[in-house]
């Protein structure tokens, strides 16, 4: 325990360091899985395979998003820069680990009835930290708090500005994985050209969206490592 609290902060700092880099090689992996999903020319069965795999690369990719948050959260505490601290960072811990919960139930009941609840909870949970994020986020590069942006301390509330809105292409992509779960179902009644173009259609938008994704990923990284101002 002595250890773990005079070396708290490069633990942290370590641990934010690999969710980082499962987010980021999380998403670059979806993303070439995805070439083979959408591939009429492959067996149906192949492709679904190819699917399932991505869903099994996306949750480490969830699991870093979701622990970036925390994460930076109770660094910023200890770097002085994010006020709330105590009893609101026990709170939070335990709000990431119901989180967690949800997101690797939903995981682990894919193709089950329960995963559309538990998944329709996890989206939820996006829609409602995404605004607050950018409000706080905003409210504190301006000057109004909660985080404290004076002479060196602005990368903190930019970082989280960059954060949330990831957060906000990361939502569209799961918009895309949910009609792929849709329409897979419709291709295994027979062949549907209808159904081909939709999946075509979703997965150009999701990628287009990608490189805009990871530029926010690598911004974010950047102020968290660099605190340029």
Same mark, same amino acid.
């Given at each position: 325990?002595?250890?773990?609290? *005079? ?16 987010? $980021? ?14 591939? +009429? ?34 660094? =910023? ?11 609101? $960072? ?21 193709? !089950?009835?329960?995963?559309? $609840? ?8 996006? &829609?409602?930290?995404? +605004?607050?994020?950018?409000?706080? *986020?905003?409210?504190?590069? *301006? ?12 990368? &903190?509330?930019? !970082?989280?500005?960059?954060? *949330?809105?990831? $957060? ?13 779960? !849709?329409?897979? +179902?419709?291709?295994?009644? =027979? +062949? ?18 990608? &490189?805009? &994704? ?16």
């Amino acid at each position: 325990m002595e250890f773990l609290a *005079s070396n708290e902060l490069a633990i942290l700092r370590w641990l934010h360091i690999v969710a980082m880099v499962y987010w $980021l090689g999380g998403e670059w992996g979806v993303f070439q899985t995805s070439y083979k999903v959408v591939n +009429p020319k492959l067996p149906l069965e192949e492709r679904m395979r190819h699917m399932d795999t991505a869903y099994r690369i996306d949750i480490m990719a969830r699991t870093g998003i979701i622990s970036l948050l925390p994460l930076g959260l109770h660094m =910023g505490h200890l770097w002085g820069v994010q006020p709330l601290g105590g009893g609101w $960072l026990v709170a939070m811990w335990i709000l990431w680990a119901t989180w967690m919960a949800i997101t690797w139930g939903a995981f682990a009941n894919r193709g !089950k009835p329960l995963f559309k $609840l538990l998944s329709g909870i996890e989206d939820w949970t996006r &829609y409602l930290l995404i +605004p607050t994020l950018l409000v706080i *986020s905003l409210s504190s590069l *301006s000057g109004h708090g909660p985080f404290l942006a004076e002479t060196g301390q602005k990368w &903190y509330a930019a !970082k989280i500005l960059t954060y *949330s809105l990831a $957060l906000i292409i990361g939502v569209v992509l799961r918009l895309v994985m949910h009609e792929w779960q !849709k329409l897979f +179902p419709v291709l295994a009644a =027979g +062949p549907n050209p209808e159904v081909e173009t939709r999946l075509e259609k979703s997965i150009s938008i999701g990628r287009g969206i990608a &490189y805009l &994704y990871w530029i926010l990923i690598l911004t974010t990284a950047f102020f968290g490592a660099v605190k340029p101002f």
